[in-house]
């Protein structure tokens, strides 16, 4: 199963950009990468996934060399309401079944 | 509903009681999962579920954990003989197929703290 390895903590101020890059080295064909984003007492929200290259929605970039073995979330001009956990997820699908790893994620703190 | 519900919200148990915590998916979604969030911690995989087939169930800490989903859509995660260390926030997410590609939408968990 693919293990994930995020920045435990990041601080950043509003209005920057903000880049927190997820290591997958075991990543496997067929798994896609995906991000979440988490407040306290919510569950995780799903924010963004890609397979390869760069995925862009309303809310962030994502990122992915063509290795895959790392991806990175962009978040452009954060605020305080940006203020959270976020979690790098990769897939891993085994027989019958789709098990999925969270790591520790990465708490990151948006400054005024 | 929209999105995934769950109750209840929090659960407050005596050490030995028995407990069941209800997931209502997303109407029509195939995949339904639960997770285990320790305080300051990721959420960690109990079960999955594709319909009412339990598929995997690796992440079951102990056989006082059971899950089911008997129509394939609503799940009930039960946990008899509670213990102190069951103490967690319990999430439960769906998703649209059966792929493990599709995000996963989660609810907003049931707090379970064991006296």
Redesign the interface.
């Known amino acids: 199963l693919a293990k994930t390895t995020q920045p435990i903590s990041m601080d950043s101020y509003e209005g920057q950009e903000v880049n927190i890059t997820c290591s997958h080295n075991n990543i496997a064909t067929n798994d896609y990468i995906t991000w979440y984003q988490q407040f306290p007492s919510q569950g995780p929200r799903f924010i963004i996934q890609g397979y390869k290259t760069k995925v862009t929605n309303e809310v962030a970039s994502l990122f992915i060399p063509a290795d895959r073995k790392s991806s990175t979330l962009s978040l452009p001009r954060v605020s305080l309401s940006d203020t959270a956990v976020y979690y790098c997820l990769v897939g891993a699908r085994n027989t019958g079944g789709f098990k999925t790893i969270f790591g520790a994620g990465t708490r990151l703190f948006v400054k005024a | 509903g929209a999105g995934?519900s769950q109750s209840p919200r929090y659960k407050v148990a005596k050490r030995g009681q028995d407990v069941a915590l209800r997931c209502d998916p997303i109407s029509g979604h195939v995949?339904l999962?639960w997770?285990q969030q320790a305080l300051g911690?990721?959420?960690?995989?109990l079960t999955?579920f594709?319909n009412e087939a339990q598929?995997?169930k690796?992440?079951l800490p102990s056989d006082r954990f059971f899950a089911e989903r008997p129509e394939g859509s609503v799940s009930t995660l039960k946990i008899q003989r509670t213990q102190q260390e069951d103490s967690a926030v319990y999430?439960c997410?769906s998703s649209l197929d059966?792929?493990?590609?599709q995000?996963?939408?989660?609810?907003?968990?049931t707090r379970l703290s064991i006296l």
């Open positions: 995934v995949s999962f997770y911690q990721g959420p960690e995989f999955y594709q598929l995997d690796s992440g999430l997410a059966g792929t493990g590609n995000p996963q939408h989660f609810g907003d968990g």
